[in-house]
């Protein structure tokens, strides 16, 4: 049983499509055994309880600089054993104290098909915004695995087409339901039974599926 730590700033519904997945045999061989928030008042944490999973703040204002706050993180997720850590919409750049100690088992969803509109700024509705700035027909949500800001192997992607209507809050939505919602589970459940390998920089996928 994979022991997964989740880590989360917001309100948490790509937490509970990983919840959910779980409870309806879509992810196996893997649990949520910890999640942790940057943000006291994040709605993940409660959804965490209700799951009765340990849920804890670790928030930067705790202690005196960036450093110690690292290590806090990193002492945290040592203690619980927590074996992949997956970054489901935490707004902290994940430092490389914590990515060395955890290589090729941290992984990020981030809502656009990477390498566009990812990297430095690229965070939230921002992204969004700036795909329908640039007039793309299509985006997307990429899972990868986190070596820094939205960099590291790919593991799994879905495209999702933009409408001529679509606002920030319209294509965010859809991106989640139609894509985030699904490859994160997907992607957790295809590393608990091991189907996942990084080979030469790039991630290979026994029997990978290439869904029409
Ligand atoms: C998602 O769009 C995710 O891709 C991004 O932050 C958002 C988190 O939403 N990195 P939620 O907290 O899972 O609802």
Redesign the pocket.
Known sequence: MLKVGVL??????????ILDAIDNGKITNAQVSLVVSNNPG???LERAKKHEIEAVCISPKQFENREEFHKALLAKLQESGVELVV?????VAIPPMIVEAFPNRII????SLIPSFCGVGY??LH?HEKALARGVRVTG?TVHFDTGTDTGPIILQKAVKIRQDDTPEVL?RR??EKA?WKI?PKAIDLIANGKVKVVDGRVEIEEYDVEE
């Open positions: 989360v700033s917001g309100g948490g519904t790509n937490l509970q499509a994040a709605y993940a970054l489901a919409g935490f707004l990020n969803i981030h809502p965070y939230g992204v949500a965010q991106v989640m985030e994160l």
